[in-house]
């Protein structure tokens, strides 16, 4: 098959453009800008070229696939759809690689990177192995793809950007958060929340469904699904426990067996308990409906990384494996590239690259520095991503990068979005409340960041800040260590 594709560079499309080019079909495509990823994807052999030019698309194409961010104008769009070639969204193509295997999804709002992988590394280490299609690069395997061709289970990321996630029809799922976000498809929470329950009943009556606990409620605090968190039977016929309140009759049951999940609660199916730091590493228990595995351990990570393993965990030993494999597998996940990604981890200097973007998830990135680190001096790096979502959640980043001793902002990636008149780095800038904040661009940053003396560098955002993360590490390295 030959295949070209349409923004090959995002970290979901770049996957499947591997996944085709390992297989032995012709692959080619096309991206808006040079990335790290784009120059590992022409090092494997991959044609990618990054100006908008029809007459540079391949003679023979049997399929394209594209990605909702492609804006329909695109040079390249039009020229293919007036030649009339066979095209798939992304997500469409996902869906029929996982029809007929034993396909784990994990999707939410936040959290699911890190789960989706951490679970694909657990099972890898398994005999039961693995294939899996990532939204971030493993350090594990150095890639978004792992291809395991013996295998029956394949784990994938599920997005929620554009219904995507609707293509799936998992044998397992995995549910971390549903915070408002992408508003711009959904219009509100309220159907946001809705695609998830559609997502959870599309799950294998005899597969399982994973959830963090108490995340389908709505909010003006009453709850979306009426249950509590022991309820492992059928909900086929069990009328009581229908999931909205009466005015949303349209909304479906749940079809499979659910368990919950959480680092925090004690109500859950899963949960963490004993957490505890030593030498930056976490360890904590955790307790199942089969009893409790004591010490288990993480290398180098995020307190909110704890969770994410504990639903992991849940997935890994559903999926067969022991206590010894789920113990070797927790304790020799690498992570995530540019996801409480350590860069430098001196005695007198760290550096974490972190891809945090949305005020939630800044938040638990700054808890877990200051929960590793207690009293040092933190300087972040954060470069907001869109600018509606600048706009829509000014006061909330405004308030949680206050809690920084010193703050470097950058100006507004714009990813597909045109400016709006007034949304600026500035406007966010203008409303922390602390002496100690500057506006920079990437190359005063390099300067700038030294000067502070830190003790702990964190740089935050999903934009193309990570072009300046090398550039960083390189500069504090000669001047700080």
């Known amino acids: 098959m030959r295949y070209y594709f349409l923004g090959i560079g995002g970290i979901g499309m770049s996957a499947l453009a591997r996944f085709f080019h390992q297989r032995g079909d012709t692959v080619s495509g096309y991206d808006r800008t040079p990335s790290a990823l784009t120059a590992e994807l022409e090092a494997e ?14 003679e023979a194409i049997d399929l394209v696939v594209y990605t909702p961010a492609v804006p329909a104008e695109l040079g390249e769009m039009q020229e293919l759809l007036r ?60 890639s978004n793809l792992h291809v395991d061709n013996k295998s029956d289970f394949v784990v994938v990321e599920a997005d929620e950007y554009d ?30 929340l809705e695609a998830y329950l559609q997502f959870a009943n599309q799950v294998d009556a005899d597969g399982k469904l994973f959830f963090k606990e108490g995340i389908f409620v709505r909010q003006d605090g009453e709850p979306y699904v009426e249950f509590g968190a022991h309820h492992h039977h059928d909900h086929d016929h069990d009328h009581e426990h229908s999931p909205l309140a009466p005015h949303h009759p349209a909304q479906p049951e749940f079809h499979t067996p659910i368990s919950t999940y959480t680092a925090r609660g004690i109500e859950a199916d899963y949960y963490a308990i004993n957490v505890r730091t030593y030498n930056g590493n976490l360890f904590f228990d955790l307790r ?27 997935v890994a030993l559903s999926c067969g494996l022991d206590q010894f494999q789920l113990r070797h597998g927790l304790k020799t996940f690498a992570g995530v590239r540019r996801r409480f990604d ?29 929960y590793l680190y ?5 300087v972040g790096i954060f470069q907001p991503h869109l600018y509606s979502r600048t706009r829509d959640l000014a006061d909330q980043f405004a308030e949680v990068l206050g809690t920084l001793d010193e703050l470097i902002m950058m100006p507004i990636y714009p990813a597909r979005e045109k400016p709006i008149l007034g949304v600026t780095s500035s406007m966010v800038l203008r409303k922390v409340d602390s002496m100690s904040k500057y506006l920079c661009t990437p190359d005063q940053v390099l300067e700038l960041v030294p000067a502070l003396c830190p003790d702990v560098v964190v740089t935050l955002g999903a934009g193309d800040i990570d072009r300046l993360v090398p550039r960083l590490e390189t500069v504090l390295r000669e001047q700080v260590l």
């Open 342 to 370: 350590y860069r430098i981890r001196e005695k007198d200097l760290v550096y974490i690259d972190d891809y945090a973007h949305h005020p939630r998830e800044i938040a638990s990135t700054l808890e877990s520095i200051r």
């Open 83 to 142: 030649r009339g070639v066979r095209m798939e969204k992304r997500s469409q193509v996902l869906g029929e690689l996982t029809r007929g295997k034993r396909c784990i999804a994990v999707a939410g709002s936040h959290g699911k990177t890190t789960t989706s992988t951490m679970i694909a590394h657990l099972l890898s280490q398994a005999p039961c192995g693995c294939s899996a299609f990532l939204g971030g690069i493993s350090k594990n395997f150095d």
């Open 163 to 192: 219904r995507s996630f609707l293509q799936l029809h998992p044998h397992m799922a995995v549910i971390t958060a549903t915070d408002p976000d992408h508003l711009d498809v959904y219009g509100d929470h309220e159907h946001m």
């Open 374 to 378: 207690p009293g040092k001096r933190v």
């Open 288 to 314: 199942t409906p089969d009893g409790v595995l004591f010490d288990l351990e993480l290398d180098g990570t995020a307190l909110f990384n704890v969770e994410n393993a504990v639903a992991a965990a849940a």
């Open 45 to 58: 052999g991959i044609a990618v070229h990054y100006d908008d030019r029809p007459d540079l698309l391949p």
